[in-house]
């Protein structure tokens, strides 16, 4: 998967995330980050990446949340380790 792709995917995922008052509040609580400041990180070519990594982070935290985000958009589950191999700091889930 190219960066392009895995950021991309990773948004659609921020979106899955918000959808939930229970997982956006585990993000902020993971992350110490509120929504301005998450705004804010993905506003910032320097952190952008970084904080997409981070969310897939998130996600990949729990099974059921990645199945259900992945069904959610219609693409195999296997497709979020993917994208968070091909983000910054990924290259430990590529060989999982």
Not at 29 to 50: K, P, S, V, Y
Not at 55 to 73: G, I, R, S
Request: no cysteine.
């Amino acid at each position: 998967m190219t960066p392009e792709a895995a950021e991309t995917l990773a948004l659609e995922a921020i979106s899955f995330i918000a959808n939930d008052e229970n997982l956006v509040a585990g993000l902020f609580d993971q992350t110490g980050m509120g929504g301005d400041e998450l705004r804010d990180a993905l506003g910032n070519d320097e952190t952008a990446a970084q904080t997409l990594a981070g969310v897939l982070d998130y996600l990949l935290m729990n099974d059921e949340w990645v199945l259900n985000f992945a069904q959610q958009v219609n693409i195999a589950p296997e497709k979020v380790l993917s994208a968070r191999a091909a983000l910054p700091g990924g290259q430990h889930w590529s060989s999982i």
